[in-house]
């Protein structure tokens, strides 16, 4: 499976899909960061390869030998990645899926509309694109109407409304901890034995075994939310 992750809007949550929900459950595929500018997945600690939308050459080559890939484009980027993508005849075919994650700004909306229409423009199937809901508080539908009229009303794009992915404080805790929820599950040290068994640590210490223990107990409803968007998308 090869997936890019693009939008024309910053900060809707590209690199949180590409590291926290795409990457753990794709065997470990390569990431592949399309950015100059903003945060990628090497900020959580992941390794990565960057380069810049122009050379898409580059990544095109790459894509063709690889059974499994993760693209994160950023919103910087992408008018010279769908650029070549054009040039590059039939070279959307490579990918087996885009995602373009959207939050319910009014703005977020439009460009996430935007995007699907250039992913269309540039021959990628509508049974190829995909729409990730990221940080909706109650209620989906009215969160993103706008989505929801646009997919109704121009079938350009596959709606998954099970696509959600909830807000949640962890995200940013992680970021500040370069960890991704993965990476903090698979940490196995026993942080309330350490708590019980050192009273005389210092305060600083302490906190941080307190924050770990309160960033895995955030983590692991978050981590069944993701399970269930990634069997949604793949579904």
């Known amino acids: 499976m090869k997936v890019a992750v693009l939008n024309y ?7 949180t899909i590409a590291s926290h929900l795409l990457s753990p459950r794709m065997a470990d595929a390569p990431i592949f960061a399309v ?3 903003n945060e990628t997945a090497a900020d959580l600690g992941l390794d990565i390869e960057q ?4 050379q898409f050459g580059s990544l095109y080559k790459r894509l063709l030998s690889l059974d499994n890939a993760i693209v994160d484009v950023g919103a910087s980027n992408i008018e010279d990645f769908l650029d070549r993508v054009a ?5 959307h075919d490579e990918l087996d899926a885009y995602i373009v994650p959207v939050v319910s700004t009014g703005k977020a909306q439009r460009e996430s509309i935007k995007t699907i229409q250039a992913l269309a423009g540039v021959g990628v199937p509508s049974d190829r694109i995909h729409v990730v809901f990221n940080r909706v508080e109650v209620d989906v539908r009215d ?54 068994g050192n009273p005389d640590a210092d305060v600083k210490q302490r906190n941080q ?13 978050v981590s069944r939310n ?3 968007v990634f069997d949604a998308l793949m579904s």
């Open 226 to 228: 993701l399970d269930a």
């Open 143 to 196: 969160e993103f109407a706008a989505i929801f009229g646009y997919a109704k009303a121009s079938k350009a794009f596959t709606l998954t409304p099970d696509a959600v992915v909830w807000e949640n404080e962890v995200f940013e805790a992680l970021a500040a901890k370069r960890l991704t929820i993965a990476n903090l599950l698979a940490d196995d040290t026993d942080y309330r034995a350490l708590l019980r």
């Open 51 to 54: 380069l810049r939308g122009g």
């Open 87 to 91: 040039k590059y005849e039939d070279s």
């Open 35 to 37: 950015e100059s500018t």
């Open 9 to 15: 809007s910053g900060s809707v949550g590209k690199t």
């Open 209 to 221: 075994w307190t924050d770990m223990l309160a960033a895995r107990a955030l983590a692991k409803p």
